[in-house]
Each structure stands twice: as structure tokens, then as C-alpha cells.
């Protein structure tokens, strides 16, 4: 795929509107959409700046890694919670996995399948 297929495929997974992206990357929602149709090629500092706010390599955008496809792609606030983890000591991750797990633990038990609190609360 080209990398305006990619950046869409992307901008989508990461379930980002065009605007939403132009907010967190600093690209002009008219200058995404232009380059989201093929009608532009976007400069080495955008698509830097796209595949960061996506959580993505401009090499992913570009199509070129096949071991790292892009259904995985993180949305802005997960990238930024990944990124405060990595920037912590072993101790502070080992507690920050810890809490994690507790708060799923305590979410799943009173939430039901569909995502609705129950009233257990």
C-alpha cells in the first residue's frame, strides 16, 4: 500500500478523526486530508511527525517494514502512557504493573461483557 493508504489505515486503527490528528501532531487537518487522497506527498518532518502522534515508525507508514503491521497502531494517549512507563526504573514499572493489573482485576468484576458498569458498585 502507499503511505497515504497506510497513514488512513493508521489514522483509522488508531480511531483518530483527521482533526483529532492534526491536534496531536501539529499537521493542518487540510494538509492530512490531501495527503490522505494521494494528492500531495507529505516532507520527511511530516510524516515524522504523523507516525508519531500515531505511534508508528514513518517506516510502517511507509509500508516498508512487513513485521510490523499496522493493525496494531496506538492511539496518542496509549503512546504517552507507553512512553512514561519505558522512562521509569524497574521499580517503578514493576508498580505500575501491579496497579494495572489490581485496577483490570477490580474494572472486570464489576463491568459486564458489553462494557456496562453493573450495580454491584
Do not use: W
Amino acid at each position: 500500500m502507499s503511505f497515504s493508504e497506510n497513514l488512513k489505515t493508521a489514522r483509522e486503527k488508531a480511531r483518530l478523526s483527521q482533526r483529532e490528528l492534526a491536534k496531536q501532531s501539529g499537521v493542518s487537518q487540510q494538509a492530512i486530508s490531501v495527503i490522505e487522497k494521494g494528492e500531495r506527498s507529505p516532507s520527511e518532518t511530516t510524516m515524522k511527525l504523523l507516525a508519531d502522534a500515531l505511534g508508528c515508525t514513518v517506516s510502517d507508514l511507509m509500508g516498508e517494514r512487513d513485521d510490523a503491521p499496522l493493525d496494531y497502531a496506538l492511539t496518542f494517549d496509549e503512546r504517552k502512557l507507553i512512553d512514561g512507563y519505558r522512562r521509569l526504573n524497574q521499580q517503578g514499572q514493576e508498580y505500575i504493573r501491579q496497579t494495572m493489573y489490581m485496577a483490570l482485576s477490580i474494572y472486570m468484576r464489576h463491568t459486564d461483557v458489553s462494557g456496562v458498569e453493573s450495580d454491584i458498585g
